[in-house]
T-cell receptor, first 113, second 112 residues
Framework: ETGVTQSPTHLIKTRGQQVTLRCSSQSGHNTVSWYQQALGQGPQFIFQYYREEENGRGNFPPRFSGLQFPNYSSELNVNALELDDSALYLC????????????FGPGTRLTVT | DQQVKQNSPSLSVQEGRISILNCDYTNSMFDYFLWYKKYPAEGPTFLISISSIKDKNEDGRFTVFLNKSAKHLSLHIVPSQPGDSAVYFCAASDSGTYKYIFGTGTRLKVLA
């Protein structure tokens, strides 16, 4: 069983640009959650997808959007990047129906200049 | 508004002794609590959890205690080992949302 993987590992973007981060969930996991972790903070919930539908959202603006695909991969898209978007972005996958167990990927470090 | 708080940013403990990491929460709707461990350049790894119907859960060297009236939980590691050195996050959720609220983390250093 492969773990959760994320790409890229690091990314540098300019303010105003758009970015797409990718996550590959564990096989058989139908739920994926995305988190933003700023320096010195705990992960903050962005949103969750279950069977390709958004299933809950945290306190993030609409320029944060996501997609989940049938092959257990997902994307986080951020438009109109701001300097405060610089953070570690984590995805976590969960088995179907038991979302308490979340398996995190290593994260993508995004720097916005 | 920080609903889950870890007031100690760091903790140093001698190898073999007990490590106690604390976490407080404000939302009485939370009914499931988890502890995660995070090493540098890795994602958080699930450590142990507790449901609000219990006040203690034990797994090997790790024990989590929940005091619902005080809205407080703690993680005990005994005996502490150098490999336990990491950042520990507590997280809380209410069963209706499956949305986790994380604390800011406590960096544990176990000294050999």
């Amino acid at each position: 069983e492969t773990g959760v993987t994320q790409s890229p590992t690091h990314l540098i973007k300019t303010r105003g640009q758009q970015v797409t981060l990718r996550c590959s969930s564990q096989s058989g996991h139908n739920t994926v959650s995305w988190y933003q972790q700023a320096l010195g903070q705990g992960p903050q919930f962005i949103f969750q997808y279950y069977r390709e539908e958004e299933n809950g959202r945290g306190n993030f603006p609409p320029r944060f959007s996501g997609l989940q695909f049938p092959n257990y991969s997902s994307e986080l898209n951020v438009n109109a990047l701001e300097l405060d978007d610089s953070a570690l972005y984590l995805c976590a996958s969960s088995p179907d129906g038991t979302s308490y167990e979340q398996y995190f990927g290593p994260g993508t470090r995004l720097t916005v200049t | 508004d920080q609903q889950v708080k870890q007031n100690s940013p760091s903790l140093s403990v001698q190898e073999g002794r007990i490590s106690i990491l604390n976490c407080d929460y404000t939302n009485s709707m939370f009914d499931y609590f988890l502890w995660y461990k995070k090493y540098p350049a890795e994602g958080p790894t699930f450590l142990i959890s507790i449901s609000s119907i219990k006040d203690k859960n034990e797994d090997g060297r790790f024990t989590v205690f929940l005091n619902k009236s005080a809205k407080h939980l703690s993680l005990h590691i005994v005996p502490s080992q150098p490999g336990d050195s990491a950042v520990y996050f507590c997280a809380a959720s209410d069963s209706g949302t499956y949305k986790y609220i994380f604390g800011t983390g406590t960096r544990l250093k176990v000294l050999a």
